[in-house]
């Protein structure tokens, strides 16, 4: 959303580093106008939640075709707010709470900073049944090697059953689809020489390709995957956005004319998102928010023991569309 408000070079380091460069905004606003009527309608047998909202500080002139092509487009929900007021974040908070099913309550601290010119918030929310689930009866007690060299003790989920199933010298994967099978869960477990973090480095589109283009399905899988939650807490994107070509944006060189004859600048992207994985299926939400300122062959069965760090996937498949990632590096008993 605030892409469609910057301009020139502060345009095109955002473009770089959401991995636009050279595309058309205008395709680009068309492509995703699409994915969100898709998802609407995409399997009655997961829900699917893609919110926006943009908050304006009250009494700010904010160009109107800004706001537009953000209801247009991404069916922002677009209000002014006193930010003053002592119960202005609160607000806000309850709309993140609301379009996470309560799953986040909290990413905005009151009281609101003077300079703060408007609130840019995306938040999504996924809960999916496996197609097939695994049995509670099966869950077991085991251990669990963790990437800091710490064993700890875990609940392993265990299905063997014919598995969308790969394998390459440097990983393995499954794939795990929710509901009608559009939706799934790829688990890639990185082999055992090879360190997750360095396996994370060499995952670019090529990557990825092959990861799925590994799979086909194959009988008599074993497949043990932890029953986890991970809660990736508040984090501030600010440096890593910067590091991949946002610099601008964050500086007094920005340009948001777009938005505002104003001078404005970025000062905080803040990111969660919380996944719990079961039995039955899996529940991811996330939430970000974008705070702008004014500017001051015969074979044995083969296995997928995830007993030890692995990425994970949740994809939109007929799209193509990656809804969440994440690696379990350590994990508890959940």
Same mark, same amino acid.
């Given at each position: 959303?605030?892409?469609?408000?910057?301009?020139? /070079?502060?345009?095109?380091?955002?473009?770089?580093?959401?991995?636009?460069?050279?595309?058309?905004?205008?395709?680009?606003?068309?492509?995703?106008?699409?994915?969100?009527?898709?998802?609407?309608?995409?399997?009655?047998?997961?829900?699917?939640?893609?919110?926006?909202?943009?908050?304006?500080?009250?009494?700010?002139?904010?160009?109107?075709?800004?706001?537009?092509?953000?209801?247009?487009?991404?069916?922002?929900?677009?209000?002014?707010?006193?930010?003053?007021?002592?119960?202005?974040?609160?607000?806000?908070?309850?709309?993140?709470?609301?379009?996470?099913?309560?799953?986040?309550?909290?990413?905005?601290?009151?009281?609101?900073?003077?300079?703060?010119?408007?609130?840019?918030?995306?938040?999504?929310?996924?809960?999916?049944?496996?197609?097939?689930?695994?049995?509670?009866?099966?869950?077991?007690?085991?251990?669990?090697?963790?990437?800091?060299?710490?064993?700890?003790?875990?609940?392993?989920?265990?299905?063997?059953?014919?598995?969308?199933?790969?394998?390459?010298?440097?990983?393995?994967?499954?794939?795990?689809?929710?509901?009608?099978?559009?939706?799934?869960?790829?688990?890639?477990?990185?082999?055992?020489?090879?360190?997750?973090?360095?396996?994370?480095?060499?995952?670019?589109?090529?990557?990825?390709?092959?990861?799925?283009?590994?799979?086909?399905?194959?009988?008599?899988?074993?497949?043990?995957?932890?029953?986890?939650?991970?809660?990736?807490?508040?984090?501030?994107?600010?440096?890593?956005?910067?590091?991949?070509?946002?610099?601008?944006?964050?500086?007094?060189?920005?340009?948001?004319?777009?938005?505002?004859?104003?001078?404005?600048?970025?000062?905080?992207?803040?990111?969660?998102?919380?996944?719990?994985?079961?039995?039955?299926?899996?529940?991811?939400?996330?939430?970000?928010?974008?705070?702008?300122?004014?500017?001051?062959?015969?074979?044995?069965?083969?296995?997928?023991?995830?007993?030890?760090?692995?990425?994970?996937?949740?994809?939109?498949? /007929?799209?193509?569309?990656?809804?969440?990632?994440?690696?379990?590096?350590?994990?508890?008993?959940?």
């Amino acid at each position: 959303m605030t892409l469609q408000g910057a301009g020139t /070079t502060t345009k095109d380091g955002m473009m770089k580093t959401l991995k636009y460069d050279g595309a058309n905004l205008n395709k680009i606003n068309e492509s995703y106008r699409y994915m969100l009527d898709y998802y609407d309608k995409i399997d009655k047998k997961i829900q699917l939640d893609i919110n926006n909202s943009i908050w304006i500080k009250e009494g700010k002139k904010v160009k109107e075709d800004f706001i537009d092509i953000n209801k247009d487009v991404y069916n922002a929900y677009v209000t002014e707010l006193d930010f003053s007021n002592n119960n202005a974040a609160d607000k806000i908070n309850k709309w993140i709470s609301d379009s996470t099913k309560k799953k986040i309550t909290k990413m905005i601290d009151a009281p609101i900073p003077q300079n703060v010119a408007m609130y840019l918030i995306n938040a999504i929310y996924f809960k999916g049944d496996w197609t097939e689930k695994f049995k509670k009866e099966n869950t077991f007690s085991t251990k669990f090697y963790s990437g800091n060299g710490q064993t700890k003790e875990i609940m392993m989920m265990k299905r063997v059953d014919e598995i969308e199933y790969g394998a390459k010298d440097d990983f393995k994967v499954v794939r795990l689809p929710y509901g009608k099978g559009k939706t799934s869960m790829y688990c890639v477990l990185p082999a055992e020489n090879v360190s997750i973090n360095d396996f994370i480095m060499t995952l670019d589109i090529d990557k990825w390709e092959e990861i799925k283009s590994s799979i086909s399905k194959v009988d008599d899988v074993t497949i043990n995957i932890p029953r986890f939650k991970i809660e990736y807490g508040i984090k501030n994107l600010n440096d890593c956005l910067i590091s991949m070509g946002m610099e601008e944006a964050f500086s007094d060189r920005a340009d948001f004319s777009g938005i505002s004859d104003e001078r404005l600048f970025i000062s905080n992207v803040i990111h969660k998102a919380i996944i719990e994985v079961n039995e039955e299926g899996s529940t991811a939400v996330g939430a970000t928010v974008v705070q702008i300122n004014e500017m001051a062959a015969p074979f044995d069965p083969p296995s997928f023991i995830a007993n030890r760090p692995f990425l994970f996937f949740i994809t939109e498949d /007929t799209t193509g569309t990656i809804l969440f990632m994440g690696k379990l590096y350590d994990c508890e008993k959940y």
